[in-house]
């Protein structure tokens, strides 16, 4: 390159820049950096400083570049031979150096400060140097205390830890949470959420879409969801708190994704939920014992029975009584009576069948002829059907028509069977569970005496 071109006069071909030797961009890139960095020469003069040192020490470059070590300035002078030993000391070592010292600021304060060092090679290899890094030691425990939270979270948790980034598919996740979600670790990162969860997933996603955009909400929320997992799917309550995490970098907040946090609640929600039905279900009771008592017709006191116990329990209920009266144990087969039901249309109270005595239509093996021959209550169900077929189940049963689930209790008073109770659910409920039955058969027991005292009243001349 000719002299004209290096200097930037003009030739032939123009006005020319002059060249520049990469000493700005070095410039630029120990200005912009996150910690405080200085260099020394081989005899231990500074050579660079960037603006880090500067803001936390308060020198600046110019009045830092060429001094002689820290004596006097940067380090008390009864420190500086200390200090400036263990800086140096790393041309003669290899690797990396971390040491912990005071510094002093341009004010006359002291900084404690966390140092690594290393050598600086020359062209032939040698040492011509030391640079040093340097950060606050209470920001360097910071962020060591950060990276150790981070570590422990996704390694030891005692509770789910999962980062979704901002496509919402996991990105990160702890061992806790792949247990959790019935795959591993590596298994789940990357796939959508609707992959791992059968149910549940739009309320997720929706929360997770809600933090991105929001912030985290103010209190953890308790989310029920189904699992897939390798030995089926799983029902359970999570509760769960989000985090937005933004990048630290950036001028303006950028969202990095949601850190979502999660514990398995599902024994402890499914215990409270099984003592608040058990206090409902006895508050009823007594409710309905009470309103009992005021009847003076032991036929209506039955029907109270009935109509409290349906409060969400079920959705209709048919009582069906012996033909002739009771029925002692061991005898044959015997013909039912409709005595009482619920409307099939509107809800109200539930009404006398009247007094014609025709018997029900009841086919052999029907769940109230069960219950009649068993002496205990019987559960059935339409099962996983098509609404058409769940009809046709329920009308062969002479049930309303939307009946998907159905549970018979007997009806049994001084050693005889006088009846049956019958508790219709639509689909929109669950099917009857061991505890129902438990509570129909308390029911049963009140219908039953009221219905056996308004037997015998008749039959009094």
């Known amino acids: ?90 041309m003669r070592s290899p690797g990396r150096q971390v040491h912990e010292f005071a510094l002093l600021t341009k004010d006359g304060g002291r900084v404690l400060v966390r140092t690594q060092s290393a050598a600086v090679p020359g062209p032939d290899g ?56 019935g795959t591993g670790r590596t298994a789940v990162l990357g796939r959508p959420l609707g992959e791992l969860l059968a149910q549940g997933v739009e309320e997720l996603e929706s929360a997770l879409t809600h933090v991105l955009a929001e912030g985290a909400p103010p209190a953890p929320a308790e989310m029920w969801v189904t699992v897939r997992t390798a030995e089926g ?10 985090l937005r995490l ?15 946090l999660f514990q398995d609640v599902t024994e402890s929600k499914q215990t409270e939920q099984e003592a608040a039905l058990l206090r409902f279900r006895a508050n009823q009771l007594h409710r309905a014992a009470r309103a009992a008592a005021e009847c003076e017709d032991p036929a209506e006191a039955a029907s109270v029975h009935l109509d409290f116990a349906l409060a969400g329990f079920a959705d209709h209920a048919l009582i069906d009584l012996v033909a002739g009266g009771a029925v002692p144990d061991g ?34 093996g029907h769940p109230a002829l069960q219950c009649v021959e068993r002496i205990g209550s019987v559960r059935a169900s ?25 549970l018979c209790a007997v009806l049994r008073s001084r050693g005889r069977t006088l009846g049956v109770v019958t508790f219709l659910r639509g689909a929109s409920r669950t099917q009857f569970e061991r505890a129902d039955a438990t509570y129909a058969e308390d029911v049963a027991v009140r219908i039953a005496t009221a219905l056996d005292l308004a037997g015998v009243l008749e039959r009094r001349p």
């Open 382 to 406: 339409a099962g996983a059907t098509t609404p058409e077929r769940a009809r046709e189940w329920a009308v062969a049963r002479q049930w309303p028509a939307d009946s998907v689930h159905a």
């Open 126 to 181: 040698k040492p011509a140097g030391v640079y040093c890094a340097f950060s606050e030691v209470h920001a360097q425990i910071d962020l060591e205390r950060s990276i150790a939270l981070s570590e422990a979270l996704f390694d030891d948790a005692s509770w789910g830890v999962v980062l979704v980034d901002a496509d919402l598919r996991p990105a990160v996740v702890n061992a806790h949470a792949a247990r959790a979600l």
């Open 1 to 90: 390159m000719s002299a004209s071109r290096r200097s930037g006069t003009t030739d032939e071909l123009g006005p020319q820049e002059p060249e520049r030797d990469g000493a700005d961009l070095l410039a630029a890139l120990l200005d912009g950096m996150d910690a405080a960095l200085c260099a020394f020469d081989a005899d231990g003069v500074v050579t660079h400083w960037n603006r880090e040192a500067e803001r936390i020490l308060g020198w600046t470059a110019e009045e830092a570049v060429g001094r002689h070590g820290f004596a006097g300035w940067a380090v008390r002078t009864a420190d500086a031979e200390e200090v400036e030993g263990r800086l140096l000391s790393a």
């Open 331 to 364: 005898e044959g087969p015997v013909r039912l009576v409709r005595a009482a039901a619920t409307p099939s249309g509107a809800p109200g109270p539930s009404l006398p069948a009247g007094r014609a005595g025709l018997p029900v239509r009841y086919t052999e």
């Open 233 to 242: 799917e799983q029902r359970r309550c999570w509760r769960s708190g989000f």
């Open 246 to 260: 933004a990048s630290p970098l950036a001028e303006e907040p950028v969202p990095l994704g949601v850190g979502w």
